[in-house]
């Protein structure tokens, strides 16, 4: 039988063509939902019925968190996207969930991604916090694998 224990996660990385393309303290939007269709009928009596189906499906976007640090990797992708090269910004990949030991806890496969948001962190000297960046990624899919 399988550990059903939860998994306690230390951080998350991100992976481009099998490379881990970063470190992030933070991963937000991993989901899929569907629009409501109220379908309005009749029912055996001739009485009202309204159904609830489901429309189309939407891939929620990815929110990806980490510590500024010198490395450009996320600002040379959304700078293909700035520049109009949409066919080169497309990247497929994996949000990878690890734990404190560094073992691969979880995993899900993305295709067809590219860097839809990018922020710089908010400079602010009064305080003793890391300055953090963050990517928005919009995608045509995952699938959990792990």
Known sequence: MADQSPVV???FGV???GKISGAFRE???LGSENEVVEYKASGARGEYVIKMVPGRMKWNKITLKRGITDAMDMWQWRKLVE??????AYRNG????????????????FVNAWPNKISGPTANANNNEVAIEELEITHEGYTRVK
């Open 9 to 11: 996660s230390a951080w």
């Open 94 to 109: 994996s949000v990878v969930m690890f734990n404190q030991k560094g073992d691969e806890m979880a995993r899900w496969d």
């Open 15 to 17: 992976e481009f063509q």
């Open 83 to 88: 520049e109009g090269k949409l066919d080169d």
């Open 27 to 29: 991963c937000t939007g």
